[in-house]
């Protein structure tokens, strides 16, 4: 069964400075999809970054950037700069290729100190 | 941009009673979906709608749940002998393709049962 977990429930950072948020997933399959996705308050739930498993390449979004390490089945998200309107509530999700669902990790809550 | 609406943002029901949720999906998109989210646990997948027939479900969505897009334009989600453990945040999603990638997520309907 595909599980994330993210182990951070809550994480500040200061306005400017870089933050990680961790990641770890479990499944069988050799070909899927991994995502962060942000959800402000009261807000929708909006796609941050994607990377594709089959890509050895670690995927960047301006100031969002991933490290993917597939053997040991880790995908961390790093913030460069943080800025206040990072503050929000940051889910890892997985997806099997063929798939259409996600399996969500519980969220990381980050507060950005001004 | 468009964005998915969802409706209430909060509700209130007591055990034992119908609730419906509503979702307007962006309109040119053709697959709908539901998730929820009981509080400190993770996002989990409902089920899947495409041409007017669920794709998917999960083990959650039981005999109690069911979907329907009355008018063409809204997707509901209905509860119909709500319990204490439905308690939840309810997020519906739609997507132009089906690719799980370009799902845009609601902000979500806070359903609490007392």
């Known amino acids: 069964a595909q599980t994330v977990t993210q182990s951070q429930p809550e994480m500040s950072v200061q306005e400017a400075e870089t933050v990680t948020l961790s990641c770890t997933y479990d499944?069988?399959?050799?070909?899927?999809?991994l995502f962060w996705y942000k959800q402000p308050p009261s807000r929708q739930m909006i796609l941050v970054i994607r990377q594709e498993a089959y890509k050895q390449q670690n995927a960047t979004e301006n100031r969002f950037s991933v490290n993917f390490q597939k053997a040991a089945k880790s995908f961390s998200l790093k913030i460069s700069d943080s800025q206040l309107g990072d503050a929000a509530m940051y889910f890892c999700a997985y997806s099997q290729r063929s798939g259409n669902q996600f399996y969500f990790g519980t969220g990381t809550s980050l507060t950005v100190i001004p | 941009e468009p964005e998915v609406t969802q409706t209430p943002s909060h509700q209130v029901t007591q055990m034992g009673q119908e609730v419906i949720l509503r979702c307007v999906p962006i309109s040119n998109h053709l697959y709908f979906y539901w998730y929820r989210q009981i509080l400190g646990q993770k996002v989990e997948f409902l089920v899947s709608?495409?041409?007017?027939?669920?794709?998917?479900k999960s083990e959650i969505f039981d005999d109690q749940f069911s979907v329907e897009r009355p008018d063409g334009s809204n997707f509901t989600l209905k509860i119909r002998s709500t319990k204490l453990e439905d308690s939840a945040m309810y997020f519906c999603?739609?997507?132009?393709?089906?690719?799980?990638?370009?799902?845009?997520f609601g902000p979500g309907t806070r359903l609490t049962v007392t």
């Open positions: 709608f495409y041409n007017n027939e669920i794709s998917e």
């Open positions: 999603a739609s997507s132009p393709t089906g690719e799980v990638w370009e799902q845009y």
């Open positions: 499944t069988s399959e050799s070909d899927y999809y």
